[in-house]
């Protein structure tokens, strides 16, 4: 199937969205030349800040696979993803995200961090656990 092919199947899913007065954001993951998963925002009908179109799709297609490694996938979405989304696909391992659109607000958020709180516990867990994970 081609790029265009999917991107409709997305849009389908965007339409969805619209239908319930959400953003209207579609999401299908492909394995192949076969959908696997297929999602749309529901952040205002589940009240959850984090049901975005792509966090859906990842977490059926995840579900389906019995695994979170997708990295045999390519997800296609209708609105460039937004970072926290972007974050969940590399974690997802995707091979490619085909975008309908780009996102003009994608960069105006400016999240304030305050980095080094308890650095040494903090990174000092993590590399007990990745040590102990290689024996």
């Known amino acids: 199937m081609s790029d265009e092919k999917f991107m409709r199947e997305a849009l389908k899913e965007a339409k969805k969205a619209y239908e319930k007065e959400e953003v209207p ?13 297929r999602a749309h925002n529901l952040k205002e009908t589940k009240n959850n800040a984090t049901a975005h179109a792509e966090i859906l799709a990842i977490n059926k297609a995840s579900k389906k ?3 979170w490694r997708l990295s045999n996938c390519t997800m296609y979405v209708t609105l460039e993803p937004c970072n926290m989304c972007k974050g969940a696909i590399r974690e997802a391992r ?19 961090l305050t980095p080094g709180v308890l650095a040494e516990e903090c990174e000092e867990i993590l590399k007990k656990f990745f040590k102990e994970l290689r024996k």
């Not at 954001?25 to 998963?37: F, H, L, R, T, Y």
């Not at 995707?94 to 304030?112: A, I």
Request: glycine fraction near 8%; proline fraction near 3%.
């Open 25 to 37: 954001v579609g999401a299908v993951i492909v394995m192949g030349d076969k959908i696997i998963a």
């Open 94 to 112: 995707l091979k490619e995200v085909v975008v309908g659109t780009l996102d003009p607000k994608s960069k105006e958020y400016n999240l304030e």
């Open 65 to 67: 696979l019995n695994n």
